[in-house]
C-alpha cells in the first residue's frame, strides 16, 4: 500500500512540474492574468482525464489475466518513464518552459490541450493502468490511494508553481528549480527500473 502510494506521489510531482504544454499554459496564464486563471488551467486533468482512464483501464482489464501482455505494456511504460526521466536530467531552465509565443488561453483551450495530448493516453495504458490493475488485485483500496495521492500531487505542485510564478518570476530560471527537476529526472529513471523488472517478472509468470 504504501510502495503503491509512494509511487503515486513521484508520477503525481512529476507530471506537476515537469516542462510540458499544460506547465506552459499554468505559467503564461498566471503572467498575464494572475494566479486565479493559472489555477483555472491547472485542474484541467481532473475534467479530461476520467475517460482517459476508463478507456484505458478498460484495454487493460482486457490483458490482466494475461502476463506475457501485462509484462509487455509494463516494459513500455519503463521504457516511457525512462524518457521522461531523461527529459528532466536533461533540464537547463525556465527559459524553456515560458515562452514569448504563447497565445493566450482559456480554461476550455486548457482542456482541450490536455485531451489532445498524447501523454495522459501512455500513461494511463502503459504505467497508471497495470500499477491499478495489479494494486487492486486484493483491494481496491490502494488502486483509489494510488489515484487519490496522484491527481493530488499532480493539481496541488500545479497550484504552487503557480503561486510561485505569481509572486517572482525568478526561481523559473533559478539553479533550485533546475536541481528539483533534475533529482526528479533521477528518481523517474530509479521507477522505471522497477517497472521494467516488473513486466520482466510478468513474462516469467
Known sequence: MITVLLTGAV????????????????LSETLR??????F???????ITDPPIIVLTLLLVYRFSGEGPALGLLS???AAFVGYLGWQSVRFQGGERVVGS???ERSLQKAILASALSPHPWLFWLSVGGPIIVRAAEDSWAPAAGFMAVFYGVLVGSKLALAVLTARSRVWLTGSVYVAVIRSLGVLLWVLAVL???DGVQMFRA
Open 11 to 26: 508520477l503525481g510531482f512529476s507530471a506537476g512540474v515537469a516542462p510540458g504544454p499544460l506547465l506552459v499554459l499554468v
Open 101 to 103: 509565443g504563447v497565445r
Open 40 to 46: 483555472k488551467v491547472a485542474v484541467a486533468p481532473l
Open 195 to 197: 517497472l521494467f523488472h
Open 75 to 77: 516494459i513500455f511504460g
Open 33 to 38: 492574468f494572475g494566479v486565479r486563471s493559472g
